[in-house]
């Protein structure tokens, strides 16, 4: 207090002059700001979409690189192999379960084409077996994938699990994957299982 | 009769091939006769939407009660406990995914890319926190961004640097910021989200490099105070350029400033103006001469940063996996014959001409051309007007934070003195 009354009447009025001209611009800066704002985001939200997205693979554009195993920013990947039975022949010698230059058609480990033996095989009735992928296992290699890819039916296939992705904003397979198979997709339709979905086709 | 049967027996097994083709399987499905039931394939659901809201929700909820604890409470204790609860939810409970500094990217692309469009809940992370800043300051750097609360937290003995090399690094985050802008913009990386050195904390797993990087920041944020924030931050330049302007600010005293200085010797962040001195502006020289020619230089550096813009959309583009393939196709033919080289492999058999790939590659950097062109033009600007601030003066009687490069901690308003 003591500072204001010291100065001279006419000091005070033009600091209120001076400082009334400063408020004004900054109002006016304030409100062009603002408007920038509001066009950005106004721009923005005419083309936002109120689903979110989630990152999919696309099992028809996967080359089966192997990258997804080594890329995810979790270890191991949050990308698993899925099994679609309906496209499965339930074959005693499968493509993706066995490896192609194994000597004998036996079940044990070296014959085996998964690294972390995630496939498990179970007898269902002559001659047919039924194979299923132990999620905890698997590391997302792809290694079955091609196999049954290339000897099968392609009824195994790579899929983002969406309990373990953390939905990164951008995937960091996304940007790796030679192919381009993995993309945005709207979390309403979070998966492309094969035989429910078939390639798009453009 | 046997021939006859023979030959219906073939047309038989062809017709079957051919249904068989048609539904793409090599091996039909059988037909069991054991009453096996066929398990279906298991695809867990992602994240509720309605979480995803509730994110924003509690995004809303933190950005007013950090300003009502800034604004009208004056309680520094109270901001320092809500940045606690701010790094538990989007920090360590969110794994720092959604965050408003990424989220710049996701509306840059919503606007270069047709195909994409920007969900809500990724806007409203990036506007929210602008439009409070707009009104009350930096609150949000204060009390609701977990990266900004890491760093508050491992403060201990701040060091003040000189103001030559604040403002120096200071134009950090306009790098990065175009930078961001413009790979995001041609669709090749989200730096921000790829460097952000404080998700390997909050995830508790990453590449080494990530984790060393973000306890090395730790490590100097203990002695330089929250230095992603000041030095790296590309949102915080568009929430400066907010607070700059800002309706309401915190303020130091809650009545009148007595000069103690206590507060200069409270910020950690160097982001309290003094008291200016007339006599030693007039004798230091700066004046309205000077001011005059730094303006009239920022078109100068302007058109020199354009020109390092042009200069460097080469080395840019690089970035961009489709012009790096292409380039390294045309400077090295030789590696088609890499078998371990898997993006050449997996172009070569994908059946996309060489031409194609060459198109689209060069489509991408004409956009890098334009893109770091603009981004050289406004880094010059920037440049230009903090050199022009620096002969600025203003008048100031008290200690004032500088409305620009004040988080809003409230460390200041702890010190002051001054009763109500």
Request: charged content about 20%; glycine content about 6%; hydrophobic content about 40%.
């Amino acid at each position: 207090m003591h500072r204001t009354t010291r100065e001279p009447l006419r000091d005070m009025e033009k600091n209120n002059k001076s400082k009334n001209r400063r408020e004004f611009l900054q109002s006016g800066v304030r409100l062009s700001l603002a408007l920038a704002l509001g066009g950005v985001s106004g721009l923005s939200l005419s083309k936002a979409i109120k689903d979110d997205y989630v990152w999919q693979i696309d099992p028809f554009a996967c080359t089966q690189c192997g990258r997804c195993a080594t890329e995810c920013v979790l270890n191991p990947s949050a990308v698993k192999c899925v099994h679609a039975y309906d496209l499965c022949g339930y074959c005693d010698l499968c493509g993706g379960y066995l490896k192609p230059d194994s000597n004998a058609r036996t079940t044990a480990a070296e014959n085996q084409l998964c690294p972390t033996a995630a496939i498990e095989r179970k007898f269902i009735e002559e001659p047919y077996f039924e194979y299923h992928i132990n999620e905890d296992l698997c590391i997302g290699c792809a290694k079955c994938v091609k196999g049954c890819t290339s000897f099968g039916n392609g009824s195994l296939h790579l899929q983002i699990i969406h309990d373990i992705c953390l939905n990164c904003n951008e995937c960091s397979i996304a940007r790796m994957c030679p192919s381009d198979a993995i993309k945005r997709v709207k979390a309403s339709e979070a998966y492309n299982i094969k035989g429910d979905w078939t390639k798009p086709t453009i | 009769m046997k021939k006859l049967k023979y030959i219906l027996y073939t047309f038989a097994f062809l017709l079957l091939t051919v249904s068989v083709y048609a539904q793409q399987q090599r091996f039909p499905k059988p037909e069991f006769d054991s009453g096996y039931t066929q398990p279906s394939t298991i695809t867990p659901e992602p994240r509720a939407l309605q979480l995803e809201y509730f994110d924003v929700l509690i995004l809303a909820i933190f950005l007013a009660v950090a300003s009502y604890l800034i604004i009208k409470k004056r309680s520094r204790r109270g901001i320092l406990w809500l940045s606690v609860l701010a790094l538990l939810y989007f920090g360590f409970y969110r794994n720092g995914c959604i965050c408003s500094i990424g989220a710049i990217q996701n509306v840059t692309l919503s606007f270069f890319d047709a195909t994409y469009a920007v969900s809500i809940t990724a806007l409203l992370f990036f506007v929210l926190p602008l439009i409070v800043t707009l009104f009350y300051g930096r609150t949000f750097c204060a009390g609701v961004c977990p990266l900004g609360a890491i760093q508050d937290l491992v403060i201990i003995k701040p060091l003040s640097l000189p103001k030559w090399l604040n403002k120096t690094l200071g134009l950090i985050p306009y790098v990065y910021l175009s930078l961001a802008v413009l790979f995001a913009a041609t669709g090749t990386d989200f730096i921000i989200c790829r460097y952000d050195p404080f998700i390997g904390i909050f995830r508790m797993d990453a590449k080494a490099l990530m984790i060393i990087l973000g306890v090395a920041m730790l490590l100097m944020g203990m002695f330089i105070g929250r230095p992603y924030c000041r030095f790296l931050c590309p949102y915080g330049v568009l929430l400066s350029w907010m607070s700059r302007f800002s309706k309401r600010h915190l303020t130091i005293t809650p009545s009148e400033c007595i000069q103690c200085k206590l507060c200069s010797k409270s910020c950690p962040f160097d982001a309290i103006d003094y008291p200016t001195n007339e006599k030693e502006v007039v004798k230091s020289g700066l004046g309205p001469k000077r001011f005059i020619t730094y303006a009239l230089i920022i078109p100068l550096w302007i058109a020199a940063g354009v020109f390092v813009g042009v200069k460097s959309h080469t080395f840019l583009s690089k970035a961009n996996p489709d012009v790096y393939l292409a380039e390294l196709l045309i400077s090295q033919p030789e590696v088609k014959n890499d078998p371990d080289n898997i993006d050449v492999q997996t172009f070569l058999a994908s059946g996309k001409s060489m031409e194609t790939l060459v198109e689209e590659a060069e489509v991408i950097q004409d956009k890098f051309y334009t893109g770091s062109m603009i981004a050289g033009g406004f880094l010059g600007l920037v440049i230009g007007m903090t050199l022009l601030n620096t002969v600025v003066f203003r008048k100031r009687q008290d200690y004032e934070p500088h409305k620009g490069n004040c988080y809003s901690c409230g460390r200041c308003m702890d010190y002051c003195p001054v009763e109500k």
